[in-house]
């Protein structure tokens, strides 16, 4: 690993420095390295950093409480007895003495330290490493644009009795980031909602318009935060390139989380936003359809005439409050893997827009049990046909 001119202890130091939170410049100066070995080894490493192979949690017995524990059994002390002298639960001084003892019976202390030792060690073998159709299932929904969390919940559902097709999303993350953990494709990063190379913190600032008489969000119905009533959405445009002046409208149902989209061929204008709203919302069921929460924008100044058409009533956020609308948010963030910016969104035809809404639709959602927006969706579907041919 890294440059063959630096011993493996200034490597250690540097991975250490950025393990700890200092940027790859800070890391770069406090080990004594450049800047572009330090970003060089970043990059390698996938932004993910171990601690020093000699460093463990505090939930692992030391040396020394080893030594203590051999003494304290050679003094006839029960497990429980040695444990209350350690400080330790019972439970963790037998699993102590069950792995780590002698072959020939008895507890040897450094036998048992070397042992936990050699076990503690990384990296070790990545779990999709070692399962090839456990690895070929998370690779098909990787590559289906699922994050490691929908992939690793999705398994749950898929597989209900299997308990070896179970993997957490940060072995997912590892597997594809950290260096020499792979066991996935490491194209398959490119299929993320990031599709960055290296893992790091996200955020984005967004600007907010205004809007003469908009129904602020505070007169909405106390329903619609808890998502347990249906018919709640958020909306919001995707803008494209400041050139072509284009745009996609995005409505999501908050209990659920199914996504219409919006094509906006002439514009987004208030009239053709309007006009796009009432042709998509009015395909949906009146149920289903009972409030719209959109941001401060003007192209949605003609809310009192979607109200009249569709019974919806609309409410506008607060300025500079994009969590008031988190759905919409996340899914538009979605959407940039499909609708990027700085493009013209005006090329894409309203069925190309609706084979992306069907794939988001069909993208299982931890909120939701893994199940997905479609499924949630057709579940409301069938219980209500079911009231309305029960009810006399």
Not at 30 to 38: D, P
Not at 94 to 119: K, V
Not at 295 to 302: C, I, M, P, T, V
Not at 370 to 392: I, S
Request: hydrophobic share 35%; net charge positive; charged share 25%.
């Amino acid at each position: 690993m890294g440059n063959p001119g630096l011993p493996p202890e200034r490597v250690r130091l540097v991975l250490d420095q950025l393990a700890a939170g200092l940027s790859t410049r800070q890391a770069a100066r406090a080990a004594g390295v450049s800047k572009g070995f330090a970003w060089a080894l970043h990059r390698k490493m996938g932004g993910v950093f171990r601690p020093p192979g000699v460093t463990y949690s505090d939930r692992y017995l030391s040396r020394e409480e080893r030594y203590e524990l051999a003494r304290l059994r050679e003094c006839g002390l029960s497990m429980r007895a040695a444990a209350a002298r350690l400080g330790r639960s019972p439970s963790t001084v037998s699993r102590e003495l069950a792995r780590n003892a002698a072959p020939r019976g008895g507890y040897q202390p450094e036998r048992a330290h070397r042992l936990a030792w050699q076990r503690q060690r990384r990296p070790k073998p990545s779990k999709l490493s070692q399962h090839p159709v456990l690895r070929q299932q998370v690779q098909r929904m990787l590559a289906a644009r699922y994050s490691p969390e929908q992939a690793s919940g999705r398994l749950k559902v898929a597989f209900p009795g299997d308990p070896g097709m179970r993997v957490s999303h940060e072995t997912i993350y590892q597997s594809l980031y950290v260096y020499p953990r792979g066991g996935l494709r490491r194209e398959l990063q490119a299929c993320l909602r990031s599709g960055r190379a290296a893992r790091r913190r996200r955020g984005r600032a967004e600007l907010r318009g205004r809007i003469i008489g908009a129904v602020p969000i505070g007169q909405r119905p106390a329903e619609v935060a808890g998502r347990l009533v249906p018919g709640h959405h958020e909306g919001d445009l995707v803008m494209g390139s400041a050139a072509s002046n284009s745009a996609v409208g995005t409505i999501v149902e908050r209990t659920t989380g199914y996504l219409t989209l919006l094509p906006l061929p002439a514009g987004h204008g208030a009239a053709a936003v309007a006009d796009a709203i009432i042709e998509q919302m009015s395909a949906l069921p009146p149920w289903f359809t009972q409030t719209l929460t959109w941001d401060r924008g003007k192209e949605l100044a003609q809310h009192q005439r979607i109200t009249a058409a569709t019974g919806i009533q609309v409410y506008f956020a607060d300025p500079y409050s994009p969590w008031q609308r988190g759905s919409n948010e996340n899914t538009n963030g979605l959407l940039r893997e499909y609708l990027p910016k700085g493009t013209d969104l005006s090329a894409w035809t309203p069925a190309q827009l609706h084979a992306i809404a069907a794939e988001l639709n069909d993208r299982p959602r931890k909120r939701l049990g893994y199940h997905t927006p479609r499924e949630a969706f057709a579940k409301l579907l069938a219980d209500d046909l079911h009231r309305v041919a029960t009810t006399p």
